[in-house]
């Protein structure tokens, strides 16, 4: 079960291919894949790093970098992932490149830990939107007083 979910989403495999690997019906592995989707969901909370409020030492130690970084507590970004949609949502999934994807946008520490992602954007949205998105939902990206994310 666990294999299958890592090959759909690493890989981008489609459920008929993983039918015929791993032997099970592509309703099975659909229900599967949701499944382990919907465990990941909440343990997710619990694996996210928190947002801390110390400076890094790599940070705080470099003249070069301390008087632009100092109140800095990680990196945001977004990317595009590939997604396959049906009917008449489509158009709203493309992109500027011409292919149908989902924008997901993302926080991470100085040590490279998530703080957030946000994943439910279609491809023509843009970042402005993510972000401001991101910040005003009931459960979004917080960050402390005084302390920053270098947007990407």
Not at 92 to 109: D, E, F, M, T
Not at 134 to 150: D, E, M, S, Y
């Amino acid at each position: 079960m666990l294999a299958s979910f890592l090959q759909i989403i690493g890989q981008n495999t489609r459920y008929c291919i993983i039918r015929n690997t791993f032997g099970r019906s592509q309703f099975a592995t659909s229900e599967n894949f949701h499944k382990i989707l919907k465990a990941l969901n909440t343990i997710a909370p619990t694996l996210m790093a928190k947002p801390g409020s110390t400076v890094p030492t790599k940070i705080r130690e470099s003249t070069m970098f301390f008087p632009f970084f100092k109140d800095c507590i990680g990196a945001i970004d977004r990317t595009h992932i590939s997604a396959i949609v049906r009917g008449r949502d489509v158009s709203s999934y493309r992109n500027r490149h011409g292919k149908i994807s989902q924008n997901v946008l993302a926080a991470c520490n100085f040590d490279l830990e998530f703080m957030y992602i946000l994943s439910e954007w279609e491809g023509s949205a843009h970042d402005s939107k993510l972000l401001n998105n991101a910040i005003t939902r009931r459960n979004g990206l917080k960050v402390a007083q005084g302390k920053c994310l270098f947007f990407k």
